[in-house]
């Protein structure tokens, strides 16, 4: 029986032995997974306008000869873009332990064997981390809250920048942690990405955060592209 908040006209119908509808955003598949696409979401990717702005410009800048590094991997809707449409090979590392299997089933549903989904955070150096899981898994964070309290914490691995960038050698970054890009960039070495996208939070990191992820980008040569950004997506480019 089809929810009230849900158009059957916008999924596809089942294969023989699945009983998992689909929905399509940009020519990529995403299994209906009520606890993890909210209706907001489900109605953003059915207009194609789910995470629009960095869409638009990792398609600008990414290309198959790219290796990426994704820290936020949402709903891997970005890995999944990139890996299948840029031809990209993509690492993405998230910390929510609610979202790692959907991810994982996103990238096998997309025949994205270019993504690969790392159940970590990268930080300066490595260790484990608190993550506060709550009820809505899109909810969940590293900051505990009192607005919205946890169910339960989980230890998640934090992997050191330098090692996880020298095994990896990316080419380009991809970054949406939801206001720590602040604390994160600075930290990273960057001399050998070529271009990044980064969602800034200025409503949480404030102009010092902002101009602390702008100064980290020019110490490694990368400047402000005003063609592939748009509002608080801002890309970084070596050489334009």
């Known amino acids: 029986m089809a929810h009230e908040d849900e158009d059957l006209t916008d999924l596809d119908t089942p294969e023989a032995g699945d009983e998992t509808p689909v929905l399509r955003s940009?020519?990529?598949?995403?299994?209906?997974?009520?606890?993890?696409l909210r209706p907001r979401i489900r109605q953003s990717l059915k207009a194609a306008l789910y995470e629009r702005k960095e869409s638009d410009a990792v398609l600008r800048i990414v290309n198959?000869?790219?290796?990426?590094i994704e820290l936020g991997a949402g709903i891997g809707y970005m890995s999944t873009l990139m890996a299948v449409k840029c031809g990209a090979t993509v690492h993405s590392f998230e910390g929510n332990p609610g979202l790692i299997p959907y991810?994982?089933?996103?990238?096998?549903?997309?025949?994205?064997?270019?993504a690969t989904i790392h159940h970590a955070l990268i930080g300066e150096t490595?260790?484990?981390?608190?993550?506060?899981?709550?009820?809505?898994?899109?909810?969940?964070?590293?900051?505990?809250?009192?607005?919205?309290?946890?169910v339960?914490?989980?230890?998640?691995?934090?992997?050191?920048?330098?090692?996880?960038?020298a095994a990896l050698k990316p080419t380009v970054l991809v970054c949406d942690i939801e206001g720590a890009e602040a604390q994160v960039i600075p930290y990273l070495p960057l001399e050998?990405?070529?271009a990044a996208v980064v969602?800034?939070?200025?409503?949480?990191?404030?102009?010092?955060?902002?101009?602390a992820v702008f100064d980290a980008f020019a110490a490694a040569g990368l400047t402000y592209?005003?063609?592939?950004s748009e509002a608080k997506v801002v890309t970084f480019l070596k050489g334009w």
């Open 26 to 36: 940009r020519g990529l598949r995403f299994p209906i997974d009520r606890e993890v």
């Open 152 to 165: 339960s914490v989980a230890k998640v691995d934090v992997r050191a920048a330098r090692d996880v960038f």
């Open 192 to 194: 050998g990405v070529r």
């Open 126 to 150: 490595a260790g484990t981390a608190d993550f506060f899981v709550r009820t809505n898994i899109l909810a969940s964070s590293m900051t505990e809250m009192d607005s919205e309290p946890h």
């Open 225 to 228: 592209f005003p063609k592939s």
């Open 64 to 68: 198959a000869n790219d290796t990426v």
């Open 103 to 114: 991810i994982k089933r996103v990238h096998a549903e997309n025949n994205a064997a270019r």
């Open 199 to 211: 969602e800034l939070h200025p409503q949480w990191i404030g102009q010092a955060g902002v101009k």
